[in-house]
């Protein structure tokens, strides 16, 4: 009986401990932002049965003391997909990241400011395009996603010919972008002189992009127009799957690529090769693409974060340059017969490699850093010569982020810098036919650009935050002309300071206020500091903008009403006005002052959320809507006598609609059923400084259908089709600005856009 009595208790007791240690064995790890590695604070954890039983703190940290988890717990916050966690025994610890849900974006964290709050309580113009958004077209161009954001405006006719421009700024560039820099996975891709060709970026790998609009922030160095912050895709957590998928449409359109994502607690990766050929719209305009793209996130430990991207692409385009309005008229799918002659294309092969990390020293005190290389080689006939380049460029950016803590006015303090340096060996020739002729030109440009930075945020009551700021940036171009030795030189920059100041208050949900000053400078590329002769231009200086703005953003209707109202005045000195001397040669001037006033909002409604209790998932319309009042206050044209041969004050600033509206509609039902109808409209806008010539208004629309469902255990299909242009409307969205004559003809302005278009793809995914 002692023996039975001894077994009972013995067998008691280890049930009692094991309980005991099912209660107090933890949950615990971290909860990052999927996209930009931002610990998320505010995350609620719940059972399976909808019992709260954790929370994220400041940290994103969390801890979980329960034994009624049933193996999964879920994670849900405000403008973030609700993530499932599956949990194991043998998991130390988590490291959970959520995907922004690509519809309430005034709830995302931003990245872009380093302060780690949504974009509503963020000051300064600044906007949000994910997966979501580029996935509402074809996703073989950014043009739809980009052009859904109010003030940001991207041209484009093929797809080896685009322009991007924010509030105007920008819009000088005949081809590829100035004057905005450009970032992916926080390492520029901008080149050291100011210039970025984003044909290098495959469209579907982008998971997110954020949109700073105006000199507004003082952590990215020069910039007058903005900054684009592209975030590479990650794999969902806890997902491993491939992915197949195929798209065919019009104009020879046809892609094929393969995707792989693995999302654990101690790595991340995204790996995708993509094959893709278009025929054109237009004669001699075929673009064919290679892209290669990594994207690796490890978790050393709980206060080490490595990132590593990969990415190699091969780009083979024709051009077929731009026509005159009779040449328009008469047959819009043909090539400018000098660019057909001359067979002017544009072939290229780019790589880049970006290793980084985010390392967290104590509570207060941690750093994100991140070293790069990049380099291209480029075969380049144009119709007025042959050009064959290469370019090889490496740096870093560092940023150190420090909270002391304090009890009274809590400040957090930002100091960084960032080191670009670039080195082009070009070699020019004359174009016979396509062939290279004699060498006519052998020059080595060595760019060298830095800036060292600092930001603080106070915060001067619970909901109110001082921001200030500043940048020092310095910019050098070092030209070596091999044939004509006494135009070699070197062209420096005064060093700028930028300072910013932003004021912002949050009331409640429904409504914040924001105020700022800001001021920019952009130095012209290093392709636009010569004169004719091709000598620099010694005179020629770096635009300067000072920006006021103010922005209210909030939620109404119980949250289902996003708005973001920003207005905005822009003084710039100096801006680069182009002007054609002849074919090929472009030059650059100062013109005297513009003032760039200017008015953004969006709205979105969610008629339908995806928690309520219906068959519809999601149904949201929206609408941007963009007005600006961009004039020359004063500019003149001087001759080499220095008298003046033109004067400009009061016209219109070149380039620059006076009202661009976008607006749609997306709905998705939850068997799987969605629809995205968009529409867009340009109003007419001055193709020249003169204000002699228009390029008329236009209105684009399309729509896309599709089907998305597990068909099978461990499949998912997605099927779909699309139509753009809808209307068959005959425009054009890319402008060469200031088109010269010669010879008495027209100038050729015009690069004409597809006419009704359609597509459909086909994409099969299985999940381990």
């Known amino acids: ?101 690509g519809v309430s974006l005034n709830e995302v964290r931003i990245a872009g400011y380093s302060e780690n709050k949504t974009s509503k309580e963020t000051a300064g113009g600044i906007s949000l395009i994910t997966s979501r958004d580029i996935n509402r077209g074809s996703a073989v161009s950014l043009q739809p996603a980009l052009n859904s954001i109010p003030g940001v405006r991207m041209d484009q006719s093929t797809l080896s010919e685009a322009r991007i421009s924010i509030r105007g700024n920008g819009i000088r560039a005949s081809y590829g972008i100035r004057n905005v820099k450009i ?17 290098a970026l495959d469209v579907n790998s982008i998971g997110r992009a954020e949109v700073i609009k105006g000199p507004a922030s003082s952590i990215y160095g020069a910039g007058t127009a903005g900054v684009i912050n592209f975030q590479l895709q990650r794999s969902p957590y806890q997902e491993q799957s491939i992915e197949a998928s ?70 083979y385009s024709q051009i077929p340059g731009s026509l005159t309005q009779d040449q328009l008229t ?71 982020i420090y909270d002391p803590a304090f009890n009274v006015l809590p400040t957090k303090f930002t100091v960084g810098a960032e080191f670009n340096n670039g080195l082009t060996k070009g070699i020019q020739y004359v174009n016979n036919q396509g062939k290279e002729g004699a060498i006519n030109s052998n020059v080595d440009y060595r760019n060298t650009q830095y800036s060292v930075f600092y930001q603080s945020e106070t915060e001067l009551a619970k909901k109110t935050t001082l921001t200030l700021g500043i940048s ?41 206020l924001h105020a700022s000053v800001s001021s920019g400078f952009s130095p012209p590329s290093s392709s636009e500091i010569k004169n004719v002769d091709g000598s620099i231009n010694p005179n020629l200086q770096a635009e300067k903008g000072m920006n006021y703005e103010f922005n209210v953003k909030g939620n109404l209707l119980k949250t289902r009403l996003e708005y973001d109202l920003a207005l905005f005045k822009m003084d710039m000195k100096g801006e680069l006005i182009a002007q054609s001397i002849q074919q090929g040669i472009t030059i650059y001037n100062n013109s005297g002052k513009t003032s760039h ?102 209105n684009v629309v399309n729509a896309k259908l599709g089907y998305k469902k597990q068909v099978v255990k461990h499949c998912e299909l997605n099927i779909y089709a699309g139509l753009d242009n809808i209307l068959d409307k005959s425009y054009s969205s890319i ?28 994409n099969v995914k299985y999940i381990f």
């Not at 970032?183 to 044909?199: C, K, L, M, S």
């Open 330 to 400: 008469a047959n819009p799918k043909q090539a400018n017969a000098t660019n057909l002659d001359k067979a002017a294309g544009r072939y290229q092969n780019w790589t880049r490699v970006g290793l980084g990390q985010q390392y967290h020293f104590n509570d207060h005190f941690y750093n994100t850093t991140s070293v790069f290389t990049y380099f291209y080689d480029l075969n380049h006939p144009l119709p007025y010569a042959y050009i064959r380049n290469t370019y090889q460029s490496y740096g870093g950016r560092t940023r150190f």
């Open 735 to 762: 402008v060469s600005l200031n088109a010269a004559s010669f010879n008495g003809g027209q100038p050729a302005y015009f690069n004409p856009s597809p006419k009704r278009n359609g597509y459909g793809g086909l």
């Open 246 to 315: 195929a798209l065919v449409g019009s104009y020879g359109l046809h892609r094929l690529a393969t995707t792989y994502k693995s999302g654990g607690d101690k790595v991340n990766s995204y790996a995708s090769y993509g094959w893709q050929e278009y025929d054109g719209y237009r004669e001699h305009s075929k673009d064919m693409r290679r892209f290669l793209t990594g994207n690796f996130q490890l978790f050393p430990s709980d206060k080490r974060i490595i990132t590593l991207m990969l990415n190699r692409t091969t780009q």
């Open 183 to 199: 970032y992916v996975n926080e390492i520029p891709v901008t080149e050291a002189d100011g210039t970025t060709r984003i044909e």
């Open 597 to 698: 006033n200017g008015a953004e909002l969006s709205l979105s409604y969610q008629l339908f959320k995806p928690e309520d209790d219906n068959q519809i998932f999601s149904l949201r319309p929206f609408v941007a809507i963009t007005y600006s009042d961009f004039k020359f206050k004063d500019y003149k044209i001087l001759n080499a006598q220095n008298q003046i041969t033109a004067i400009y004050d009061g016209n219109e600033l070149t380039g620059i609609a006076p009202w661009m509206i976008n607006a749609g509609i997306d709905f998705e039902a939850k068997n799987g059923l969605y629809f995205y109808g968009s529409y867009f409209y340009s109003d007419k806008l001055p193709l020249n400084d003169a204000n002699t010539n228009y390029n008329s208004s236009y």
């Open 472 to 512: 020092y940036n310095s910019l050098n171009y070092d030209l070596r002309d091999y044939l004509k030795q006494n135009q070699s030189g070197i062209k420096k920059f005064d060093p700028q300071a930028t300072p910013r100041i932003a004021l912002s208050h949050t009331f409640s949900d429904a409504i914040s």
């Open 1 to 101: 009986m002692h023996l039975f009595r001894y077994l009972y208790i013995s067998i008691g007791l280890a049930m009692m401990l094991c309980h005991v240690q099912a209660q107090t064995q933890p949950v615990k790890g971290h909860i990052y932002d999927s996209q930009t590695r931002q610990p998320l604070a505010g995350v609620i954890l719940t059972t399976s049965t909808a019992q709260q039983v954790g929370k994220s703190d400041a940290k994103g940290y969390f801890e979980i003391y329960s034994d009624q988890l049933d193996g999964q717990i879920k994670a849900t916050l405000s403008g973030y997909k609700s993530q499932i966690i599956k949990i194991s025994t043998n998991q130390n610890e988590l490291n959970v990241q959520l995907e922004a849900d």
